[in-house]
């Protein structure tokens, strides 16, 4: 392709109504599986139902400043699932909100039987799902779910240009493992695994790390990345190499070449929140348009869902029209001590409301 023909084609992907595509897999009972950032990680159910909760939070941020784009949810069907009264009612909350429900099977599983972050790829699943049936330019956004969109239409605005797909690079450590020190898969294993063998492993490069939490691009560059995945996996299976995550086989792509990632760091970040983490400050973190917020789904991610799930989005509309009071909600801004000990009470009352059924019972 030429270079005024891939220019006139990054236009057109411009022009395109955005797709934000959510994605859930919800754990059938049995299946082994341990997220570190969720309180919730020995409930299969009680894993769903929050991550449900999270998905209603972003979709209501994006709805309240008027977004210009499409959502859809993207799970191993939602509706068909008992989650019971809580997800029933939250379900309904996302069709309130304009969110499209399709199904995705879980296809992309990753190689062995770890249970750490066992549906990490389910996100090549929501691709397939949702870009498949639509036009090859459409722009398209896959978050993860505890997510929020601080200003959408300048991240919209973001886009790359094809064949580069959007995400956030991470400045992980050269030898810190996501999966744990056991595993194989760092920055520096990942390097040398691109590298094939070549050289001194002391020179091999450090490759940018692909974070997870957000990939965007046109439809059909996001498909391509798929098939390349897929024939990178094959390939690593084949000479015993097993990359559990869909952030180390997406960061070997990048470091490989045969996917071309720009960094969008400068509009989102990942953020650790609240006073306990040991994570350096994000400077200027109020000021980002896109927030990932891990460390809050029990918390604000929670309370907005219970409040959008009443029909109560008054208070969030105005306070996502304020940055100052966005970030305040989400904990984006460093918290006050009684703001602290507010949160603190609010969450001992939660627990203390899930707790209540068991003991009936």
């Known amino acids: 392709m030429s270079q005024s023909s891939a220019a006139r084609r990054g236009m057109d992907t411009h022009h395109e109504r955005p797709l934000v595509v959510l994605y859930l897999y919800v754990h059938a009972p049995g299946e082994r599986f341990v997220y570190p950032n969720s309180r919730a990680s020995h409930s299969a159910t009680r894993l769903a139902l929050g991550y449900l909760e999270c998905a209603v939070t972003q979709a209501a941020t994006l709805r309240v400043q008027d977004a210009a784009c499409e959502i859809v949810l993207a799970s191993n069907g939602i509706e068909r699932i008992d989650l019971g009264d809580h997800g029933v009612r939250l379900t309904a909350a996302l069709r309130s909100l304009g969110v499209e429900l399709i199904e995705a099977p879980y296809d992309h599983r990753p190689p062995g039987d770890d249970p750490a972050y066992p549906a990490s790829r389910y996100v090549f699943d929501a691709v397939l799902a949702s870009c498949g049936e639509q036009p090859a330019g459409r722009p398209v956004w896959l978050t993860d779910l505890d997510c929020v969109w601080a200003r959408p239409e300048e991240m919209f605005a973001a886009l790359p240009s094809d064949p580069f797909i959007g995400c956030l690079f991470i400045d992980y450590p050269p030898d810190w493992n996501t999966v744990g020190s056991e595993r194989y898969g760092?920055?520096?294993?990942?390097?040398?695994?691109?590298?094939?063998?070549?050289?001194?492993?002391?020179?091999?490069?450090?490759?940018?790390?692909?974070?997870?939490?957000?990939?965007?691009?046109?439809?059909?560059?996001?498909?391509?990345?798929?098939?390349?995945?897929?024939?990178?996996?094959?390939?690593?299976?084949?000479?015993?190499?097993?990359?559990?995550?869909?952030?180390?086989?997406?960061?070997?792509?990048?470091?490989?070449?045969?996917?071309?990632?720009?960094?969008?760091?400068?509009?989102?970040?990942?953020?650790?929140?609240?006073?306990?983490?040991?994570?350096?400050?994000?400077?200027?973190?109020?000021?980002?348009?896109?927030?990932?917020?891990?460390?809050?789904?029990?918390?604000?991610?929670?309370?907005?869902?219970?409040?959008?799930?009443?029909?109560?989005?008054?208070?969030?509309?105005?306070?996502?029209?304020?940055?100052?009071?966005?970030?305040?909600?989400?904990?984006?801004?460093?918290?006050?001590?009684?703001?602290?000990?507010?949160?603190?009470?609010?969450?001992?009352?939660?627990?203390?409301?899930?707790?209540?059924?068991?003991?009936?019972?």
Request: proline share 6%.
């Open 186 to 361: 760092s920055r520096r294993e990942v390097g040398e695994l691109a590298a094939g063998g070549a050289g001194d492993p002391a020179e091999v490069a450090l490759p940018p790390w692909i974070g997870g939490e957000l990939l965007a691009g046109s439809a059909s560059s996001l498909c391509e990345m798929v098939a390349r995945a897929e024939a990178a996996d094959e390939e690593l299976v084949a000479d015993g190499v097993e990359l559990a995550t869909e952030e180390q086989l997406l960061t070997l792509l990048g470091a490989q070449g045969r996917v071309r990632f720009e960094d969008l760091s400068r509009l989102g970040r990942r953020l650790q929140t609240g006073w306990r983490h040991e994570a350096e400050p994000v400077e200027g973190a109020q000021d980002l348009a896109f927030w990932h917020l891990p460390a809050e789904k029990g918390l604000s991610l929670r309370r907005t869902a219970a409040e959008v799930s009443r029909g109560r989005l008054g208070r969030l509309r105005a306070d996502m029209a304020n940055p100052r009071r966005a970030a305040r909600r989400f904990r984006v801004a460093p918290p006050s001590p009684p703001r602290i000990a507010r949160d603190g009470a609010w969450i001992v009352s939660q627990r203390a409301r899930a707790l209540l059924p068991a003991r009936e019972g």
